[in-house]
């Protein structure tokens, strides 16, 4: 998994971190649509003292549960965050002012009224919006591991496994005390790959059907005006 992160990172030219304990936070937007579920990932590595790479994988959500869906704080609806990599984005600070998290600090862009269903748009369905909305990366319950999303994200990513996200605070604290207060996150977004894949095919098999009926009628033509 480490290779092909890596290979996706340097792809799109987003910055790959290779310092002792320097965070690269990777968030994997899963390609299946299963509503209200932690089924997406994050991705956490780094090198160790002894210049090895370490390689976590957590299960987490990149979407808003169906209770912030079904009742949206924003007027143009409920928050995704974009894909794309967002340096420096992020700071350990205090999630709704509670408990220590990844809080954002730099601006971002969501996606608003996202149609899940829209696999014939190209890019991202719904309104981008940019600003500071709060789209932090945070814990679901206190302990124990929590199975479906409802209130726990309005736009946040979110750990499914209390004892995973305090295992990831650590290393966060680790980080910050060698590089400073500040953290890069990236969303890599499988689903819209998938809508890209999906539209591709139909709009493939849309020319293919066109071409052929369009050689029919020359061929049916040509048959009538030798008859």
Partial sequence: MLSKTRQILRSKNYRLFERPYELN???YRSKFVRSNRFDDEIHIF???GQGQWVYHVFPATTDPGQYWLDNPMHPQGTAFL???QYVDGYALGLHRGIYEALVQVKDVTVIRN???GGIFNWFESG???TGRFGINVHRANESGVVKTI???SAGCLVFANAVDYF???DLVRLHRDKYGNRFTLTLIDFRDERRRNLSLAAW??????????IANSVINRQRYEVI
Avoid: E, L, W
């Fill in 150 to 152: 409802d209130h726990f």
């Fill in 167 to 169: 295992f990831f605070m």
């Fill in 82 to 84: 974009k894909k794309g």
């Fill in 25 to 27: 936070i990777v968030a």
């Fill in 204 to 213: 493939t098999s849309v020319v293919a059907s066109s071409v052929a009926a």
């Fill in 114 to 116: 996202y149609n899940r």
């Fill in 46 to 48: 780094y090198k160790n």
């Fill in 127 to 129: 309104q981008p919006d």
